[in-house]
């Protein structure tokens, strides 16, 4: 398996624009998580899915962030407008309820957000 | 609110030398437990792992942990470390019967040859 896919990997944008950020989860992973990574806050969860259905939002800093997962094997996170603060290093994980592997989350390469 | 501990915030160590990093959780009932290794400029890589039985874990690149469930620690070790080691390393509980994984702060390693 390829692991998690996420592009891009790197994006610079300008204060105000709209950014979206893409993940796909690893085959027959039913659980979809977004997390956000920076030196002064560290790992922070940001919204997770089940079956394609958003179970905890909670961690979405505030309206300007969206996260969206059309289907099994994709999901976007959307920042519109976007703000310096933004920039940090967003990484998606899948993981499967299921198997051998269960419960365990396996992380993508990120998408590392600047914005200036 | 469940809480993970990791102590350490950053360690320095020449090569060859012994490791032992802690992590400390806050929920007594049920736990799985993880390690998570995080190279520079690279993304959270599974370094080990328990979820029942040996309390002893053996992961990847010499690492391994032992799970106490009286001291409520998961502490990661490796008898010798090496320059490659330099990275991040995070520690995460998953409660039963909760969706998420809650992780620690962190702790940077530097490993000089």
């Known amino acids: 398996d390829a692991g998690v896919i996420q592009s891009p990997r790197h994006e610079v944008t300008e204060m105000g624009q709209e950014v979206t950020l893409r993940c796909k989860p690893i085959?027959?992973?039913?659980?979809l998580f977004w997390y956000r990574q920076t030196m002064m806050r560290g790992l922070e969860l940001l919204i997770y899915?089940?079956?394609?259905?958003?179970?905890?939002d909670s961690g979405m800093p505030e309206d300007r962030f969206s996260a969206k997962m059309p289907n099994a094997s994709f999901s976007t996170l959307k920042i519109q407008p976007s703000e310096p603060r933004d920039s940090a290093v967003y990484f998606c994980?899948?993981?499967?309820?299921?198997?051998?592997?269960?419960?365990?989350?396996?992380f993508g390469p990120g998408t590392r957000l600047t914005v200036l | 609110a469940q809480s993970v501990s990791q102590h350490n915030h950053h360690v320095i160590l020449s090569e060859a030398a012994s490791l032992e990093l802690g992590c400390n959780y806050s929920?007594?009932?049920?736990?799985?437990l993880f390690w998570y290794v995080q190279y520079p400029g690279q993304h959270l890589q599974l370094l080990l792992k328990y979820f029942s039985g040996d309390p002893l874990v053996k992961g990847i690149k010499g690492f391994e942990a032992e799970f106490i469930k009286s001291k409520f620690s998961f502490n990661l070790r490796k008898p010798s470390v090496q320059w490659s080691d330099t990275a991040e390393y995070f520690c995460?509980?998953?409660?039963?019967?909760?969706?998420?994984?809650?992780f620690g702060t962190g702790t940077r390693l530097q490993v000089f040859p």
């Open positions: 899915f089940n079956n394609n259905v958003p179970i905890d």
């Open positions: 995460a509980v998953k409660v039963m019967g909760t969706d998420k994984l809650i």
């Open positions: 085959s027959g992973h039913d659980y």
């Open positions: 994980a899948s993981s499967s309820s299921e198997g051998l592997n269960t419960d365990t989350q396996y």
């Open positions: 929920y007594g009932g049920t736990v799985n």
